[in-house]
């Protein structure tokens, strides 16, 4: 499975952003998906996964109530919306499909990342 992600940017604090993570070349619906995210001098963590029916999602504490993901099985995609957004935000996004669950070594197919900066 090949994944593409895409949306990241410069946004102001408390503004929004969208990423999308396109898969191909695999069957979508076989795999959970999850964001995580790793700022510079920190190590990856977890943002958000959800199920493969999308019937499920988790977040992490840290995000709770501002981001929510949600996935579009006709098309192969993934999505992360991002509200009120904090400096402590800023990081690179990555992508992933696996088994539902936050521990990264779950996830067996990993995008690019997207870097999202948020400005204070």
């Known amino acids: 499975v090949q994944l593409q992600a895409s949306g990241g940017g410069l946004v102001q604090v408390g503004g929004s952003l969208r990423l999308s993570c396109a898969a191909s070349?695999?069957?979508?619906?076989?795999?959970?998906m999850a964001w995580f995210r790793q700022a510079p001098g920190k190590e990856r963590e977890f943002v958000a996964a959800i199920s493969r029916s999308g019937g499920s999602t988790y977040y992490a504490d840290s995000v709770k109530g501002r981001f929510t993901i949600s996935r579009d099985n006709a098309k192969n995609t993934v999505y992360l919306q991002m509200n009120s957004l904090k400096p402590e935000d800023t990081a690179v996004y990555c992508c992933?499909?696996?088994?539902?669950?936050?521990?990264?070594?779950?996830?067996?197919?990993w995008g690019r990342g997207t870097q999202v900066t948020v400005s204070s």
């Open positions: 992933a499909a696996g088994s539902y669950d936050s521990i990264s070594t779950r996830y067996h197919f």
């Open positions: 070349g695999g069957t979508f619906t076989s795999y959970a």
